[in-house]
T-cell receptor, first 113, second 115 residues
Framework: GENVEQHPSTLSVQEGDSAVIKCTYSDSASNYFPWYKQELGKGPQLIIDIRSNVGEKKDQRIAVTLNKTAKHFSLHITETQPEDSAVYFCAASASGGSYIPTFGRGTSLIVHP | GAGVSQSPSNKVTEKGKDVELRCDPI?????LYWYRQSLGQGLEFLIYFQGNSAPDKSGLPSDRFSAERTGGSVSTLTIQRTQQEDSAVYLC?????????????FGPGTRLTVT
């Protein structure tokens, strides 16, 4: 089955700095890579996703890059703000009725004002 | 519109008791997932319902855990003879279509504490 590794487990940055979270996956059949943000006491919420037919996707201060050859993908947050503080999860899955997303263990991002 | 709702938000139970956790998915979503999240840990897959197909129960940690989804909508996760290691946040998610490559919408979770 799929195995997703996520690093770092904790990331502390100063407001305005950039933050990068990296994930690797093992199943070459995976073609959908979402990123979720989980704030304290809430369920995870999708913030950006990428499919295997593209290498990079941006949405304002957030970007995701995908390297299918190396089987890794990364989340980049620029100009971090205190409200970006949360736990971020990456996931990988494949199309098809039997596929279930596999999640990384999460990264706790702390943005210091 | 309404998102995924879960009840109760918190549940404290004594070891050995049975508990039922409820999930109301977004109307029209065909896929429903249950996950367990222990303190500081990632999301552990438990069970997956896809339309009218038989559920994928491959993530259930023991036969004390079961779940059902009635009428393709509401789902109930039941834990029998609860143990202290069952203490965790139980998250439910739904997605419009099955197949793993669609956005999952998560509920706020039920925090279960077994004393």
């Amino acid at each position: 089955g799929e195995n997703v590794e996520q690093h770092p487990s904790t990331l502390s940055v100063q407001e305005g700095d950039s933050a990068v979270i990296k994930c690797t996956y093992s199943d070459s059949a995976s073609n959908y890579f979402p990123w979720y943000k989980q704030e304290l006491g809430k369920g995870p919420q999708l913030i950006i996703d990428i499919r295997s037919n593209v290498g990079e996707k941006k949405d304002q201060r957030i970007a995701v890059t995908l390297n299918k050859t190396a089987k890794h993908f990364s989340l980049h947050i620029t100009e971090t703000q205190p409200e970006d503080s949360a736990v971020y999860f990456c996931a990988a899955s494949a199309s098809g009725g039997s596929y279930i997303p596999t999640f990384g263990r999460g990264t706790s991002l702390i943005v210091h004002p | 519109g309404a998102g995924v709702s879960q009840s109760p938000s918190n549940k404290v139970t004594e070891k050995g008791k049975d508990v039922e956790l409820r999930c109301d998915p977004i109307s029209g979503h065909t896929a429903l997932y249950w996950y367990r999240q222990s303190l500081g840990q990632g999301l552990e897959f438990l069970i997956y319902f896809q339309g009218n197909s038989a559920p994928d129960k491959s993530g259930l940690p023991s036969d004390r855990f079961s779940a059902e989804r009635t009428g393709g909508s509401v789902s109930t996760l039941t834990i029998q003879r609860t143990q202290q290691e069952d203490s965790a946040v139980y998250l439910c998610a739904s997605s419009l279509w099955a197949g793993g490559s669609y956005e999952q919408y998560f509920g706020p979770g039920t925090r279960l504490t077994v004393t």
